[in-house]
């Protein structure tokens, strides 16, 4: 895809800076995250409120590494120059309210969706944020970028019309659906949320006048936001569901021990919180299509965890689904490679052309 427009500084578009290969193994370490929510369910656990909190209250962990990262800043500026602008952080919050509503939809399609469907059916938010970011970013769509949503998008498919051994007659199979269909809407509003984050950020960058991408803490600040505002409407939600009170009893109930019970929710937050830090900056140093793509590569390892620890079928539905996602991810690399070297093909042409020009 291609960026029209100048919603976004040219700065930010590098794929190997140093924040962007940092933010990508973030992604990677993160990966767990997803394991380690489907075993919750697995193994007894119920509560959708606690689950989603784990997928988005690990914002503390960032707090002492911003501390020392701005103090450090202090001398060099005012404190204010280091901090978010009050409408960057106020648009960051609302976009934080949507993004607690996809991992609650996702809470929701993982108790009944085995993690190698359901991390399969996140490839959907590619697609959701390659036509969000056309609208509201400014991309513009390529044949090697349709190519790769279409693969993605029939990859998923697939899943749905496809024999598998997870569905089941009567009950178990109408659960199936609402989770598949409930992991697709979480998967396809996460991909709405991306490019508005993008676009906020742009808008700060321009404000600001800044050609350098925006420091780490930058990053961090924007995480803990989205954090704040994510844990404060998952307490409101447990405290309506009684979650704090149900706690203890589904702890003592636990299919591995009441000790692993909170062991997977620590362990969780901090899984998520890793993923979360790395997609958020992978958008803010490069763009929430990177970030989309990041998201997809981690699906493979979400499958190989899947079958090795959670003891999942892998079908051969699964199989060309799978393969189906992965050519589509690799098309668009390819994609943007040879784009790009059109791009610096363009620019060495300018390089050439503008000084003739200028002295005839």
Not at 123 to 138: E, V
Not at 280 to 303: D, K, N, R, T, Y
């Amino acid at each position: 895809m291609q960026l029209i427009g100048n919603n976004a500084p040219t700065a930010l578009r590098s794929w190997l800076s140093p924040p962007v290969v940092f933010s990508a193994f973030f992604v990677l370490l993160g990966a767990p995250g997803t394991l380690l929510l489907r075993l919750y369910f697995v193994h007894g656990g119920r509560r959708l409120w606690l689950s989603t909190l784990i997928q988005v209250s690990g914002w503390p962990l960032l707090l002492p590494p911003l501390c020392v990262s701005l103090l450090l800043r202090r001398g060099r500026a005012a404190a204010g120059d280091h901090l978010l602008p009050h409408r960057i952080t106020a648009a960051i919050a609302a976009l934080g309210g949507a993004f607690v509503v996809a991992c609650f939809a996702y809470s929701l399609g993982s108790q009944a969706v085995p993690l190698s469907t359901s991390s399969l059916l996140q490839t959907i938010q590619l697609t959701s944020t390659a036509f969000s970011a056309f609208l509201f970013a400014g991309l513009r769509f390529t044949p090697f970028s349709v190519n790769a949503i279409v693969l993605l998008t029939v990859g998923s498919a697939v899943l749905g019309v496809g024999p598998s051994s997870e569905k089941t007659a009567g009950e178990g199979s109408t659960a199936y659906w609402t989770g598949f269909f409930e992991c697709m809407a979480s998967a396809a509003l996460l991909g709405f949320v991306l490019p508005l984050v993008e676009v906020a950020m742009s808008k700060y960058g321009r404000r600001t006048a800044r050609e350098a991408p925006p420091s780490y803490a930058t990053v961090m600040q924007i995480q803990v936001v989205m954090g704040v505002t994510g844990t404060a409407v998952c307490l409101v939600g447990m405290a309506v569901t009684e979650d704090f009170q149900a706690m203890p009893r589904e702890a003592a109930m636990f299919g591995l021990g009441e000790s692993s019970y909170y062991l997977v929710l620590i362990f969780g937050a901090v899984s998520f919180q890793l993923f979360n830090l790395g997609t958020m900056g992978l958008i803010i140093c490069s763009s929430s299509l990177l970030a989309g793509i990041m998201v997809a590569l981690v699906l493979p390892l979400s499958e190989v965890l899947a079958v090795i620890f959670l003891r999942e079928k892998f079908d051969g539905v699964k199989g060309i689904a799978l393969v189906l996602s992965l050519w589509g991810f690799v098309c668009y690399l390819y994609g943007e490679r040879e784009h790009k070297k059109v791009a610096e093909g363009n620019a060495d042409m300018k390089s050439i052309t503008w000084p003739l020009i200028a002295t005839c």
